[in-house]
């Protein structure tokens, strides 16, 4: 049972325009989403946080977006550069007990085409 | 200067062996964890632990064991390695105190022949 789902694997965009990544929850108790970012035989980056108590959270070009009555959250870079081309990780986690445990997602790998 | 470093980085190995990873992080955190990459690419935690308490994920089979001889160091013993083992494992660290940004070491792709 997927709790943490990114349903596109794939997403391509041209540099300079906005990259739009979705991810979307079914756990009720999950209060606190994360991005991270993933290149090739490194370990993920932490790139992101919002907790649900806020609906968006902007850190330079990355800003995310909490739709908690949707249960659904997006990631958005603009501009898109070629450097922000990696797998980018949705997760999840409770507050109180249990906060240590990250549920993520399958991954959405983005490609900025120059 | 590495914050979490993982040795070894590919792990080669047959059937039936006994094989460990280990993990060192030099950023102070209280909270390390292990997380299994598995082919269909899901990132899953198999056991969080500090110096207080171990959580391991039910579905982690109890081949699977974590040692820590020091905060600073979370090694992964493996027992009687399976075909399904195959996977990329990395380790992970955090602050204490429901910090939840965890902070990745580079993986361990481990395969199992």
């Known amino acids: 049972d997927q709790q943490v789902k990114q349903n596109s694997p794939s997403l391509s965009v041209q540099e300079g325009r906005i990259s739009i990544l979705n991810c979307d929850y079914t756990n009720s108790m999950f209060d606190y989403f994360l991005w991270y970012k993933k290149y090739p035989a490194e370990g993920p980056t932490f790139l992101i946080s919002i907790s649900s108590i806020k609906d968006k959270n902007e850190d330079g070009r990355f800003t995310v977006f909490l739709n908690k009555s949707a249960k659904h959250l997006s990631l958005h870079i603009v501009p898109s550069q070629p450097g922000d081309s990696a797998v980018y990780f949705c997760?999840?986690?409770?507050?109180?007990?249990?906060?240590?445990?990250?549920?993520f997602g399958k991954g959405t790998k983005l490609s900025v085409i120059p | 200067d590495t914050a979490v470093s993982q040795t070894p980085k590919y792990l080669v190995t047959q059937m039936g062996n006994d094989k460990s990873i280990k993990c060192e992080q030099n950023l102070g955190h209280d909270t390390m964890y292990w997380y299994k990459q598995d082919s269909k690419k899901f990132l899953k935690i198999m056991f969080s632990?500090?110096?207080?308490?171990?959580?391991i994920n039910e579905t982690v089979p109890n081949r699977f064991s974590p040692k820590s001889p020091d905060k600073a160091h979370l090694n992964l013993h493996i027992n009687s390695l399976e075909l399904g083992d195959s996977a990329v494992y990395f380790c992970?660290?955090?602050?204490?105190?429901?910090?939840?940004?965890?902070?990745f070491g580079p993986g361990t792709r481990l395969t199992v022949t």
């Open positions: 632990y500090n110096n207080k308490e171990l959580i």
């Open positions: 997760a999840a986690s409770p507050s109180g007990a249990g906060s240590y445990q990250l549920t």
């Open positions: 992970a660290s955090s602050p204490d105190g429901g910090a939840y940004e965890q902070y």
